[in-house]
């Protein structure tokens, strides 16, 4: 699909006026789930969720067929201060992997019968490094944006965002420090692996590229400034999804940074979007936290790619099979007490 923007300014009225969630389908799931044949509240967090994803599909009462697991690539001009484990050369290495099916999260996405596509973007073309000026142009910017938009299949009934972009986690944590405040060491981790010496060239890096912007608290502009064109691109595919109303699992770190400016230039407009887990990297928990999520699972995982999200689309599948399949007390017999 096209885009409907190729301006910063059209994009930023897309954040501003999105569409919530379809209240009387919610209150109609409210309604089934409490004759479900349990006792009230015994399925936990997955009878809400249930109802959430209900009420963004508009059915009281609905199926998960078609999710779609998007993995956008970048590179990062940062990378040439060591600020990763791994040369830039394995972004497109990542790439031919994942469409050869051999990464992570395409066995995930098979287990939980999701489709995965993969989005590369420039991937001989790095940002610009950000300690020394901005990493894309408004140009670049908006291209990303729409790249993720586009990604979006607009029959998909659950997205989930993620990416490949070796010294990503760096360009996250100068974007989450940016909007967050605190000190750099706060937001920064070990990534693929980093030394005790690349966490410091890292943070010292996050540091420097923040103070060159001191003050700025425009997201987008805090986007285009540290970016990342994948980081850039999930987020662009997050609010594609909120205007076709599907609901989105957030997966790791970097993809938490590319939600978390969405929702400091739009509060609520990660509505549609839940936290699929919370990983090892250092600062995943205080960027859910500051995303006012909770995650559904925490298995230690630090990989991107969406992996954590992905694994998450079987929580949610089983509270929609149970919500949407379950017969009620009436329908099996059973005594309401
Ligand atoms: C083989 C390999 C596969 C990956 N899949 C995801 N990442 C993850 O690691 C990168 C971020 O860590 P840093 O900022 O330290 O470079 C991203 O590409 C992220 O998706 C990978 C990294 C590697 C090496
Ligand atoms: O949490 C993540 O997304 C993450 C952590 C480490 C490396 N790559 C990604």
Redesign the pocket.
């Known amino acids: 699909m096209t885009a409907p923007f190729d301006d910063l300014s059209t994009f930023r009225v897309l954040l501003a006026e999105r569409p919530g969630p379809d209240t009387a389908a919610i209150a109609a799931a409210e309604a089934r789930d409490a004759q479900l044949t349990k006792p009230a509240g015994a399925l936990g967090r997955l009878e809400e969720l249930a109802i959430w994803y209900a009420g963004w599909r508009g059915d009281a009462r609905p199926r998960m067929e078609r999710p779609q697991v998007a993995v956008f690539a970048g590179n990062h001009g940062v990378v040439a201060r060591g600020v990763s484990a791994f040369p830039a050369a394995v972004t497109a290495q990542m790439v031919g992997n994942f469409e050869a099916g051999g990464a992570a999260v395409n066995q995930l996405a098979q287990a939980f019968g999701a489709r995965m596509t993969a989005h590369p973007i420039d991937l001989d073309r790095p940002t610009g490094d950000f300690v020394e000026g901005p990493a894309m142009s408004e140009a670049e910017l908006v291209d990303a944006l729409a790249i993720g938009w586009n990604a979006v299949d607009p029959e998909a009934d659950l997205f989930v965002a993620g ?1 490949m972009g070796i010294g ?2 760096c360009s ?1 944590a100068a974007i989450a420090h940016a909007l967050e405040g605190g000190r750099a060491e706060d937001w920064t ?4 692996g980093v030394d005790d010496a690349g966490l410091a060239r890292k943070t010292e890096a996050v540091a420097q590229g923040v103070a060159r912007i001191a003050g700025e608290k425009d997201p987008l502009e805090v986007l285009r400034q540290l970016g990342g064109r994948e980081i850039a691109a999930m987020a662009g595919a997050i609010l594609a999804a909120r205007h076709h109303r599907i609901p989105v699992i957030l ?6 940074a590319a939600a978390l400016v969405l929702h400091r230039a739009a509060p609520g407009a990660l509505d549609h979007a839940v936290a699929g887990h919370q ?3 250092a600062a ?1 928990a205080r960027l859910i936290d500051a995303l006012g999520k909770s995650p559904l699972l925490s298995l230690g ?5 969406a992996s ?1 999200a992905t694994l998450a689309i079987g929580v949610l599948k089983g509270a929609i099979a149970c919500h949407s399949g379950m017969a009620s007390f009436a329908e099996a017999g059973v005594s309401d007490g």
């Open positions: 990416e990503n986690t996250a981790g070990r990534g693929t997966d790791g770190f970097i993809c938490c990983g090892a990297e995943h995982l630090r990989l991107g790619e954590g």
